[in-house]
């Protein structure tokens, strides 16, 4: 497909996948650059992991700009979120992960411990990401993350 296709948008799903692409896209020109995949779909309410961005990027990167284009992002990426991919961990889920960590059962993670492990195990946050999360999720008396609340603030948050 080249960059200059017109893109036919046929429902109200669509359209609001292409309003978020149109966000990003600086020049006008129907595409954005590949760094900015991940942004969009938060932007849509989802939750991408690195795999499913690079997954999109190799799937509609044009090589040659390193940007993607709207007429091949739109048919990729509303199929995946017609598969429920990007989906947030739920509450629930997000509070068993917390009490796995929790050996002792304290109710609240210390931040050090925490923070090495988003760092080493699974898909690693940035620095960017741990200061952010740290922030809303450390209490500032204590140093602690009480997670019960830092669950229930990450949820009213991401309510729509």
């Known amino acids: 497909m080249s960059l200059s296709e017109e893109v036919h948008i046929t429902n109200d799903f669509e359209k609001k996948i292409a309003d978020a692409f149109d966000i990003f896209d600086h020049a006008g020109n129907k595409t954005i650059d590949c760094r900015e995949v991940g942004t969009v779909l938060r932007a849509l309410g ?72 988003i760092m080493e195990e699974g898909e690693p946050f940035t620095p960017e990401e741990i200061e952010e999360m740290m922030t809303t999720a450390v209490d500032q008396d204590t140093g602690r993350i009480p997670y019960e609340y830092y669950i229930n603030h990450i949820m009213v948050c991401t309510m729509h």
């Open 46 to 117: 989802g939750c991408p992991t690195e795999a499913d961005i690079q997954e999109i990027i190799v799937t509609c990167e044009n090589p040659e700009f390193g940007n993607i284009a709207l007429s091949r992002f739109l048919p990729i990426v509303s199929g995946m979120i017609s598969e429920n991919r990007f989906q947030p961990a739920s509450a629930e889920e997000l509070l068993k992960a917390f009490r796995t960590l929790d050996k002792e059962n304290k109710n609240y993670l210390d931040k050090d411990y925490l923070t090495k492990l």
